[in-house]
Structures are given as C-alpha cells and as structure tokens.
C-alpha cells in the first residue's frame, strides 16, 4: 500500500524585507513579497526522501493562505511533490496558531495519511507549535524537531537535539513529525522539475468544504489578542575603530568603562 | 490571592534558574504554585519555596522519560484541574512550548509563546514578545480560557521571596501508551563547564570569519577570560565548526545577554534575530561594511586572529 504523506506548508514575509502589521495588528502580508517558508523547505525534502525509500509513496503539499500562498505549493510541487492541497477563505484572515491547526487537522483527515511533515516552525509567527497542535488534534504520536528522520516498516524514527540530551525517538505511524534545519539541505528545483509543476493538480479547499464555522477561525476565534505592536527603535550606531595594532586595547577599554572587566 | 501554576525545569531536583525567573513573574499575578514532574522534587522543594512557591505539587512516573511530551500535558493537566489558576507559566524550551500547546488546546485557552515579560493587567496578564527578527515589541493578552504562557530565559532577575512551598502529591493519569513516541535512549550532552547559552550575562560568538573549528579555541579563550558561555552563527555551524546546540539565530538560540561579542560574524537578519535585543553589543570584523557594526556599541574593524587574543590578554591582565 501506498505510503500517503503529507507536508504542510506556509507562504510567509520574506524575512529580509521590512516586516510589520496591520492596522488590526496582524501579520502584514501585503506590503512585504512572501515566499515558502524556508523552513518549510527542510520538510519537504525529508518527505521526498521519505518517499524515495519507500516502495511507494505520494506526497501531497498542503498549506493554508490567501490566494498568493499558491507559490509556496508551486515551490514545494517543483522540488518532487505530488499533488497540492490549499485552504483558502476570506474569513481565515488573522487565524491563531489553534484555528490553524483546526483547519489543517481536518484537511490532513480529508487528504488522508500515514505521515504529516511539517517544519521546525514558520519564519514570520516562529512558535513552533503547529506539529505538536496537529498531534494532539489528529491524536496520533508527536514526532517533533528532528535532525534526523526515517520511516520503515510502519515505524518512524528519528533523534531530537535538545538543552540536555540528543534522544533517539520512535512511533508507529500514523505520525506527525517535524524537522529541523539540521535535517540536511533541500534541494533546488530542476528545470524539469518547474515545468512538470504545472501540470501536478492543486485542490482548492474552503472552511465549508472541511465543515468548519467562520467563528471558530479568523480574527474573531483567536484565544489570543495583540494590544499593541511598538518598532523597535533601530540601535545607534557606536563607535567605530579601525585597528591598527590598537583595536584589542581600545575594546579592553570600552568593556572597562562599562564595567564588563 | 489567585494560585499561579509554574513548569518547573530541573535536571533530577537541581532547578534551572529560568524556574526561579518564572516564580519571580508568577507573584505579579498571583500565588506561585510549582509543579514538579520526575524525580527530586523533595530536592527543589527549598530553592523553589526560596523563590516563592507557596506549594509544590509533585508527580513522578517513568512515563515523564519514556515518552515524549504528552505525559508532562497529562500531569499539567491535572493540576490545572487540582488548583483552578489564573494562569500557567511554562519555561520556553522547546519542550516548554510544545506542551504548554497541548495543554493550551486541551484547555481551550489561549497561548502565548516566547514572552519576554509578563505583568498583570484589567483583563488578565499581558505578555510582552518580541517579533520579526526583534525589529518589534508586541504586548498581547489571552481572550479565552486560563492563559497559557511561555516565557524566556533571562526575562526577569530571580527575587527571592521565602514561602512555604510543601510538597504535595499530585494524582496523574497518563495518556493510554503516553501518547505514542518512545524515547529509545536519551544521551546527555556533555557540558562544557560554561554558562548555558541563554542564561548568561556575557555571550562570545564565532561565525564565518573564524575559519575553522580548530579556530573557534581563540573564541573560547575570550568567553573563558570573562566568564562567558560561547555561541555561533549558522555558517559556523553549517561548516561543522561548532554544535548546533550553540547557535545563536532565527533558527537557534535566541540570547539577551548584557554584553554580546560578535567575532567574524557578518550579522545576517537570521543572527540578529537572536541577539540584538542584547544590552551591549560590540563586534570585531574584518570588513568594514559588514551589517553587524549597524547594530554595534562598539565595534573594531580588524582581523580577529589579532584582535581577540589581544584582548583576551588584555582582560586578563587588567583582571589580574
């Protein structure tokens, strides 16, 4: 039988550009170009490399975003994905990391699965939680934060580096897993790659089709709410020294002025 | 007053001072109720009654170790159940995080991750983060359930405030098969006998321009000479020099150090979301133009091979 996966994406605010919010003190997603989490990127290719091992395997790309967010499909598509899966709905604007993982949950269960993949976290909201989320909704093993990962004999195992120990860990699938940037670096898309994307089918999903109310997602069914959002006023620049035999004597002195020494 | 339940972090009863900085927080909102999962808690008992724990609820069960995460919710859970608080506060360790989530969601509360300080308020606690590469400041508020939140290493400075802290058993039933992932085997890392990454006052940091692993000798010498814990940028972690375990970036370690030293290190948005919320910031760098010397109270535009030991001898002898 075949091993059904499926790696879940985001379409987030290129992180060199000039991030911020909306008058509503959302994630802006207009002003700043997105693209696919590069994080994101990790996960894909350990699904692909999953799916490679095995006998037979399809991995299906799903992620949840306005219209845009079709790229970062497109991206993960032409790396090797099968097939792509995007919820898409007016009223997810300003969904929390629980509507997200409500919507997700139950795509994941629509698609059907053996193994959800997912990054070590997103680079705009960085709390990497959704794995863990999606675990206890699905209510199968959370097999999170992986430098390594594989999948045999309807097993996944893999080691988690953490503060203390690197543990090895194991879980029978179903499973979610997520996986670091340590994992191994993702590949680039081929030529042929980019243009086979764009005959690979992508399923468009909205909340009625995963029988989901507006008021359970969006704005209004956030648990969670921004008071304000201040810019960090940017650091002044200091002093400059260039060394000239003098530079190590000179740090020594401004770390003594500033009682570090 | 209002009972506050704190996560403890603790390698068998020895506390983590994160624990105490949470304690230090929890008392603005509220009584500070420890709850200390594994073995040892009659160990902790003192420190976190030191710190304001007015009770210690205590579980310990193989399953903390043999299987990941869920058991802990199981536990948080039941405590949750036993004291009704006001809030949950979970240090911000990976492990912290995923479980104060599932314990979130269980709840129908709202979470909060990443806090950098938290302060009561008219509608319950407000939560100060810092987002986008800290290029913002957000204070926000959970609108449903008990607040759930994560919060940072070096937040706050631990204050000590003597209560009871008694230990108290704390009843736990565990998930049927602990959630499903075994832990097969646990290595311990091996301690370096410096300060950990993210509690310490100084942090020295290599990158790109250190050039090897071998190099990296010249960048300890400087963190020994001042006490430091030593960190990396992801190039230097990448190129195997130095473990992941001490990256300092987006996809890392996130330090606030009062005085961050950034050697060879050009300052990529990836490492100052890590850093620059640190107090002091001074670099060395060859190039004159890298980004890093924006963000810098002092830097010295230089070779690193020179400069650093220099002034690793210079600390030492004006240390004596």
């Known amino acids: 039988m075949s091993l059904r996966i499926v790696v879940c994406v985001k379409y987030v605010p290129d992180a060199t550009g000039d991030r911020g919010f909306t008058d509503e003190l959302t994630t802006d997603r207009e002003s700043v170009d997105g693209l696919l989490s590069e994080l994101d990127e990790y996960a894909v290719e350990q699904a692909l490399q999953i799916a490679e091992s095995a006998d037979d395997a399809e991995i299906t790309v799903l992620t949840m975003g306005p219209e845009d967010a079709n790229d970062a499909l497109r991206k993960a598509l032409s790396m090797g994905a099968d097939k792509a899966v995007h919820v898409d709905d007016d009223d997810l604007r300003g969904t929390d990391v629980f509507g997200t993982s409500l919507v997700l949950a139950r795509a994941i269960e629509k698609v059907g699965y053996d193994l959800v993949v997912c990054g070590m976290a997103s680079t705009d909201g960085v709390m990497g939680v959704l794995p863990a989320l999606l675990a206890e909704r699905l209510g199968v093993p959370q097999v999170t934060l992986l430098s390594e990962v594989s999948v045999a004999d309807g097993t996944v195992t893999g080691r988690r580096d953490n503060d203390a120990a690197s543990e090895e860990l194991g879980a029978s699938l179903p499973a979610v897993v997520s996986v670091t940037d340590q994992s191994g670096e993702a590949r680039y898309p081929s030529f042929k790659g980019i243009m086979a994307a764009k005959k690979k089918p992508v399923e468009t999903l909205d909340l009625e089709d995963l029988d989901i109310e507006a008021e359970q997602v969006g704005l209004a069914g956030a648990w969670t709410a921004v008071e304000d959002a201040t810019e960090r006023p940017a650091r002044t620049k200091g002093e400059i020294v260039t060394d000239e035999g003098e530079g190590a004597k000179q740090l020594a002195s401004f770390l003594a002025e500033r009682r570090f020494i | ?320």
């Not at chain 2, 976190?48 to 007015?54: C, P, Q, T």
């Not at chain 2, 802990?72 to 912290?96: F, M, Q, T, Y």
């Not at chain 2, 050039?211 to 963190?223: D, K, Q, R, T, Y």
Request: hydrophobic letters at 45%; charged letters at 20%; aromatic letters at 4%.
């Open chain 2, 1 to 320: 007053m209002a009972d506050v339940l704190v996560l403890v972090d603790h390698v068998d009863g020895s506390v983590r001072k994160p624990t105490l900085e949470l304690l230090t927080l929890a008392r603005r909102l509220g009584d500070p109720v420890a709850v200390h999962l594994g073995p040892g808690a009659d160990t902790a008992a003192p420190t976190l009654a030191e710190y304001g724990a007015v009770r210690v609820l205590a579980a310990d069960a193989p399953e903390f170790t043999e299987y990941l995460v869920v058991p802990k919710v199981d536990a948080l859970r039941a405590a949750v159940e036993s004291v009704s608080p006001v809030a949950v506060l979970v240090p911000s360790s990976a492990e912290g995080k995923e479980i104060a989530a599932r314990l979130a969601l269980r709840l129908d509360s709202g979470l909060i991750t990443d806090a950098v300080d938290v302060e009561a308020g008219d509608r319950g606690p407000i939560a100060t983060q810092s987002v986008f590469a800290a290029s913002y400041t957000t204070r926000s508020r959970i609108t449903s359930g008990i607040p759930v939140i994560t919060v940072k290493p070096n937040s706050a400075a631990p204050e000590a405030a003597p209560a009871a802290g008694a230990v108290e058993t704390l009843e736990v039933t565990v998930t049927e098969g602990g959630g499903g992932t075994r832990v097969v085997s646990r290595a311990a890392r091996e301690s370096t006998g410096r300060p950990e990454l993210t509690e310490a006052a100084i942090v020295v940091s290599g990158g790109r321009g250190v050039n090897g692993a071998e190099n990296f000798s010249v960048i300890e010498a400087l963190a020994d000479s001042l006490g430091a814990a030593v960190g990396a940028s992801r190039a230097a972690v990448d190129a195997g020099w130095y473990p992941h375990s001490s990256q300092v970036g987006q996809t890392g370690k996130s330090v606030s150090p009062q005085l961050y030293i950034a050697a060879g290190i050009s300052g990529a948005i990836q490492h100052r979301a890590g850093m620059q919320t640190s107090k002091t910031i001074v670099a060395v760098n060859k190039d004159e133009e890298a980004p890093i010397f924006d963000l810098v109270d002092f830097g010295v535009v230089g070779d690193l091979f020179q400069v650093v030991p220099t002034l690793t001898e210079e600390i030492r002898t004006r240390k004596g």
